[in-house]
C-alpha cells in the first residue's frame, strides 16, 4: 500500500466511523470529531503524540478565531429575543414591504434576525407572529412559515458571524467582512427561488391556525385571502421597544465589519485612521459593541441582575457549539499537518467533477447524515482548506461553497426541521418533506449554479 493510499484510507475509515458513532450510537458529535481526527492521524502515519498536538493546535487556534464571537452574537442575540426587538423587526418590514408581499416580509426578517439570533430559535419566536398573519390575511400559515425559515437559513448558513460562516472564513485564511459581502450576495438568488418556492407550497398546503392551537386544513381558494387593515392593531397589542434600539445591535457591528473591509481594499490602509477604523471593524470589537448597545438600548428599563440573568442563560447553549467547533479545526489540522490534504488533493483533482463542488458534497453529504448545518460547513471546510492551493479556486468562494453545500437535506435528523413541522402543525411526512427538505435542494441547487458561473470567472 502507497503511502498516499493509506493517507486516504485513514480519512474514509476516520469520517465512517464519526458518522457511525453519531447516527447509530449514543457518542456526542464532539467525541466523534475528536476520534476521526485521531483515526485519520494514526492511520495515515502520524505518531500517537504527532497526532495528539495537531489535535490540540487546530483546536485551540479554531476557537481562538471564533470562540469570543460567538459568545458576544449568543448574548446579543438573547436580548434581542426577551425584549421583543425581534418582533419589532418583523413588525416594520411587513409594514414597510406592504400589503400581500407577507412572504416577501418575513423572509427579510428572517434574512436579518439570524445573523445574530439561532435559526430554530427564531422560528419559534416569530411562530406567533406567523399564525397571527395567517388568520389576519388568510393565507397558508406553512407558506408564510417557511418564507421566514428559508430567510433564516440563508444568512445562519453563508453570513458571518453566525458560527458555521465564521469558522468557515477562519480555516479558508479569508477576511470576515468579505465573507459578509460574498454571502450576503450569493444568498440573494437563493432567497428569491425559496420565497417563489414558499408562495407555492403555501397553495398546495393550506392551513389557517385557530386560536385554540389547532390548524384548519382545506382546498386553497383565492377569496380566502384577506386584506392587512388588521396589522397595526396586532402591533399596538404589544409593548415593543423602538426600531433603533431594536436594528443597531445588528446594523451597527456589520457597518463597522464591512468599513475595516473596504478600507483594507482602498489606498487608506496605513495610518491613525485606518488603525482606529480596523480596531473597531474587528468582529470581536464590532459584536462587543453591539451587544453592549442591546444591553444599553434594549435592557434600559431592566435591571442588572434581569439583563445578567438574559445573557447567562443564552450563553448556556454555546458551550458544545464551541467544543464541536473546536473539534472541527483539530480534524482540519490533522488532514493538513500529515499530508492527507496534498493526497486528497491530488485525488480531487483527477475526479471528473468542477473542484468548486468538492466542499458542496462533503457539506451536504455530513448535512445528510448529522444534521446540523454549523458542523456540516465545519467539517467540509476543515476537509477542504488544505486543498486550496492546489485548486487554484479563491478562498472566498472555496469557504461559501462548504457553507451552501450545509443548506442541503433538511430533514429528520434536523432539529430544525421538526421545530418547524410541530411549531407549524404538519404532521404528514408528505407534507413534512415537501417543505423543509423539498426548499433545501432548491436552495442549494442555486448555489451550485452560483459557484460554477463564480468560479469560471473569479480566481
Known amino acids: 500500500m502507497s503511502q498516499e493510499t493509506q493517507m486516504l484510507l485513514g480519512l474514509v475509515l476516520g469520517i465512517a466511523i464519526m458518522i457511525i458513532l453519531v447516527m447509530k450510537t449514543k457518542t456526542h458529535t464532539f467525541i466523534a470529531l475528536l476520534l476521526a481526527a485521531l483515526i485519520c492521524g494514526l492511520v495515515g502515519g502520524m505518531t500517537p503524540s504527532d497526532a495528539i498536538t495537531a489535535i490540540q493546535d487546530g483546536f485551540g487556534n479554531t476557537l481562538k478565531s471564533t470562540g469570543i464571537i460567538i459568545g458576544l452574537g449568543v448574548m446579543m442575540g438573547g436580548i434581542l429575543e426577551k425584549t421583543g426587538a425581534a418582533e419589532r423587526l418583523a413588525y416594520t418590514f411587513i409594514k414597510a414591504i406592504g400589503k400581500g408581499k407577507e412572504e416577501w416580509a418575513l423572509g427579510v426578517t428572517g434574512w436579518l434576525v439570524s445573523i445574530p439570533v439561532f435559526a430554530d430559535s427564531a422560528v419559534v419566536i416569530f411562530a406567533p407572529l406567523c399564525k397571527a398573519l395567517s388568520r389576519v390575511s388568510g393565507k397558508s400559515v406553512v ?67 385557530n386560536t385554540d392551537g389547532t390548524f384548519d386544513r382545506k382546498e386553497f381558494k383565492k377569496e380566502y385571502i384577506k386584506s392587512m387593515d388588521q396589522l397595526d392593531e396586532i402591533m399596538n397589542a404589544k409593548e415593543l421597544p423602538g426600531l433603533w434600539d431594536s436594528l443597531s445591535p445588528i446594523l451597527v457591528p456589520i457597518v463597522l465589519i464591512l468599513c475595516k473591509t473596504v478600507a483594507g481594499l482602498t489606498s487608506l490602509d496605513s495610518g491613525a485612521v485606518y488603525e482606529v477604523i480596523s480596531l473597531l471593524g474587528s468582529p470581536i470589537v464590532a459584536l462587543g459593541i453591539g451587544t453592549t448597545m442591546a444591553v444599553y438600548g434594549l435592557g434600559k428599563h431592566m435591571d442588572q441582575k434581569e439583563v ?15 467544543l464541536i467547533t473546536g473539534a472541527g479545526g483539530s480534524l482540519g489540522n490533522i488532514v493538513k499537518v500529515s499530508g492527507i490534504g496534498d493526497a486528497l488533493g491530488a485525488t480531487v483533482m483527477a475526479l471528473p467533477i468542477p473542484a468548486i463542488l468538492i466542499p458542496v458534497i462533503i457539506g451536504a453529504m455530513m448535512r445528510l447524515a448529522l444534521g446540523s448545518a454549523t458542523v456540516s460547513i465545519t467539517t467540509a471546510a476543515s476537509l477542504t482548506a488544505p486543498l486550496i492551493s492546489q485548486l487554484g479556486l479563491n478562498p472566498v468562494l472555496m469557504a461559501q461553497a462548504s457553507c451552501i453545500g450545509a443548506i442541503a437535506f433538511s430533514y429528520f435528523n434536523d432539529s430544525g426541521f421538526w421545530v418547524f413541522n410541530g411549531m407549524f402543525g404538519l404532521t404528514e411526512l408528505k407534507d413534512q418533506v415537501k417543505c423543509k427538505t423539498a426548499v433545501s435542494l432548491v436552495m442549494v441547487g442555486v448555489g451550485i449554479v452560483e459557484l460554477l458561473i463564480l468560479s469560471a470567472i473569479w480566481k
Not at 421566514?148 to 470576515?176: E, K
Not at 445578567?308 to 464551541?322: L, R
Request: glycine share 12%; aromatic share 4%; with cysteine.
Open 143 to 209: 407558506g408564510l412559515a417557511l418564507a421566514m425559515a428559508c430567510g433564516l437559513q440563508c444568512t445562519h448558513v453563508l453570513v458571518p458571524p453566525t458560527p458555521g460562516p465564521l469558522t468557515a472564513a477562519g480555516m479558508m485564511g479569508v477576511d470576515v467582512g468579505q465573507m459578509i459581502i460574498a454571502g450576503s450576495l450569493l444568498s440573494i438568488p437563493i432567497f428569491i427561488a425559496a420565497m417563489l418556492y414558499s408562495k407555492w407550497i403555501g397553495t398546495k398546503i393550506y392551513q389557517v391556525p
Open 308 to 322: 445578567i440573568g438574559i445573557m447567562n442563560e443564552s450563553i448556556k447553549d454555546t458551550g458544545m457549539i464551541m
